[in-house]
């Protein structure tokens, strides 16, 4: 992609005087150049010290609130440990006075063909802007380089549209015989698919639960004939599926979180990584890796239960790009829910089974938007449905980037120090 054939693209060219180096202090600049090759300008900023901090900015003028932008920067890194913390792209919008009126973090990051990367997101210019200034920054790395080329950002001519999508969780009373609760989880895909929901999520490992069977016993292949009898319900009616299962493969049984897709087929599974101890006892081994599932509505991060105590894990599945985590558990532990969706920024999908406020759907705000006892007052088991928008944008003021709304998601994702978490 040239920076000089993009229609619309609003940035100066890199080799005009219009972009400037900028460091807090003379004493810790980095090095910054600027290179050309062939018609490719080029801007570099390369790191001599730790304390570092630096970048590349160029302001733009007339820019209208309240419209959708496209932002898009190749890069290349060089001896750079840490990226995600290390090398960043910002956009900080003003009002006609020079006002703060937000900052964006651009921190899609994609790889291309020939070992460059592109950092790129949509965005809506804040109502009361005029400016936006266009930062790429380093720092805070002993050595190391990263080159910038190509920066596009224009207008789409829309605004940011909703990506809405209906979510299902579920509060079920086991009825002690797998058969039975098998009866159970269909006739709750239809419910949810009568709903019009997108998604419906069970409980840990609900086929077996409390029958009096080991998990040696009870488990099953993944493809097997469990997922097979809810994937004929998730095909005839058209819903994802996630809900949690004992499999076996060869000698190893593992707490398994499925997902079905809208044609009933397997679309991703991920094996618990925390286990009671208990449940290590009964034979079951633990997961080695964090999944996510790519949907037609978006990035879902399935956990299972005592996953949910430890931070990390739900921190690793926001990290792989995670927008609704989903939580099947036995265990109910609504402080932490709540903290996974708070420290992560994103939505946080409960099925449990310790009565009907235990099954619930969480905002990144770590605020319950509904349970199943809310909307099934006075019932024992029942379903829950709720919409929500993925592009709808949460706002905190002054979190990191300074007096004004800031996204708490971007931030936490960029701003973590990982050089200093060895020890965990």
């Given at each position: 992609?040239?920076?000089?054939?993009?229609p619309?693209?609003?940035?100066i060219?890199?080799?005009?005087?219009s972009?400037?180096?900028?460091?807090?202090?003379?004493?810790?600049a980095?090095?910054?150049?600027?290179?050309?090759?062939?018609?490719?300008a080029?801007?570099?900023?390369e790191?001599h010290s730790?304390?570092?901090?630096?970048?590349?900015?160029?302001?733009?003028?007339?820019?209208?609130?309240?419209?959708e932008?496209?932002?898009?920067?190749?890069?290349?890194?060089?001896?750079v440990?840490y990226?995600?913390?290390?090398?960043?792209?910002?956009l900080?919008?003003?009002?006609s006075?020079?006002?703060?009126?937000?900052?964006?973090?651009?921190?899609?990051?994609?790889t291309?063909?020939?070992g460059?990367?592109?950092?790129?997101?949509?965005?809506?210019?804040?109502?009361?802007t005029?400016?936006?200034?266009?930062e790429?920054?380093?720092r805070w790395?002993?050595?190391g380089?990263?080159?910038?080329?190509?920066?596009?950002?224009?207008?789409?001519?829309k605004?940011?549209?909703k990506?809405?999508?209906?979510?299902?969780?579920?509060?079920?009373?086991?009825?002690?015989?797998?058969?039975?609760n098998?009866?159970?989880?269909k006739?709750?895909?239809?419910?949810a698919?009568?709903?019009?929901?997108?998604?419906?999520?069970?409980?840990?490992a609900?086929?077996g639960?409390?029958a009096?069977?080991a998990?040696?016993?009870?488990?099953q292949?993944?493809?097997?004939?469990?997922?097979?009898?809810?994937?004929?319900?998730a095909?005839?009616?058209?819903?994802?599926?996630?809900?949690?299962?004992?499999?076996?493969?060869?000698?190893?049984?593992?707490?398994?979180?499925?997902?079905?897709?809208?044609?009933?087929?397997?679309?991703?599974k991920?094996?618990?990584?925390?286990?009671?101890?208990?449940?290590?006892?009964e034979?079951?081994?633990?997961g080695?890796?964090?999944k996510?599932?790519?949907?037609?509505?978006g990035?879902?991060?399935?956990?299972?239960?005592w996953?949910?105590?430890?931070?990390?894990?739900a921190?690793c599945?926001?990290?792989?790009?995670?927008?609704i985590?989903?939580?099947?558990?036995?265990?109910?532990e609504?402080?932490?829910?709540?903290?996974?969706a708070?420290?992560?920024?994103?939505?946080?999908?409960?099925?449990?089974?310790y009565?009907?406020?235990?099954?619930?759907?969480?905002?990144?705000?770590g605020?319950?938007?509904?349970?199943?006892?809310?909307?099934?007052?006075?019932?024992?088991?029942?379903?829950?449905?709720?919409?929500?928008?993925?592009?709808?944008?949460?706002?905190?003021?002054?979190l990191?980037?300074?007096?004004?709304?800031?996204?708490?998601?971007?931030?936490?994702i960029?701003?973590?120090?990982?050089?200093?978490?060895?020890?965990?």
């Open positions: 992609m040239s920076e000089n054939i993009v619309g693209n609003r940035i060219p890199f080799d005009s005087d972009w400037t180096n900028w460091t807090p202090r003379a004493e810790i980095p090095l910054f150049r600027r290179e050309n090759t062939g018609n490719t080029l801007l570099e900023i790191s730790f304390n570092n901090f630096g970048k590349w900015v160029c302001t733009l003028n007339d820019i209208p609130g309240g419209k932008f496209n932002f898009q920067v190749e890069y290349l890194p060089k001896d440990e990226e995600r913390l290390s090398i960043f792209a910002m900080t919008w003003r009002d006075k020079g006002r703060l009126a937000g900052r964006d973090y651009a921190d899609q990051v994609d291309l063909a020939d460059w990367k592109s950092l790129h997101r949509t965005v809506v210019s804040p109502d009361s005029w400016s936006v200034t266009i790429l920054g380093f790395t002993d050595k380089s990263v080159t910038w080329r190509n920066p596009v950002f224009c207008e789409t001519g605004r940011l549209e990506r809405m999508v209906r979510v299902a969780t579920t509060s079920l009373k086991t009825r002690h015989d797998p058969a039975m098998l009866e159970v989880m006739e709750y895909i239809d419910k698919g009568q709903a019009g929901a997108d998604i419906v999520c069970f409980t840990e609900f086929y639960m409390f009096g069977i998990p040696e016993e009870i488990s292949p993944v493809p097997g004939d469990l997922t097979r009898a809810l994937g004929e319900k095909k005839e009616n058209g819903i994802y599926v996630i809900f949690s299962m004992y499999e076996r493969i060869g000698a190893n049984i593992y707490n398994t979180e499925v997902l079905l897709d809208r044609n009933g087929d397997v679309a991703g991920y094996h618990k990584v925390h286990l009671p101890f208990v449940e290590g006892e034979g079951v081994t633990p080695r890796e964090y996510v599932f790519q949907t037609d509505f990035v879902i991060g399935p956990l299972i239960c996953d949910q105590e430890f931070p990390e894990a921190r599945v926001a990290e792989l790009g995670a927008e985590i989903f939580i099947s558990t036995i265990g109910n609504p402080l932490m829910q709540a903290a996974r708070k420290d992560n920024g994103v939505y946080v999908v409960v099925a449990g089974m009565g009907p406020e235990s099954s619930k759907v969480i905002d990144p705000f605020e319950v938007i509904a349970t199943v006892r809310t909307q099934n007052p006075g019932l024992d088991e029942g379903i829950c449905v709720v919409d929500i928008d993925l592009n709808k944008r949460h706002f905190t003021d002054w990191s980037l300074g007096p004004c709304p800031c996204e708490p998601r971007h931030i936490y960029n701003e973590r120090r990982k050089d200093t978490y060895g020890g965990l």
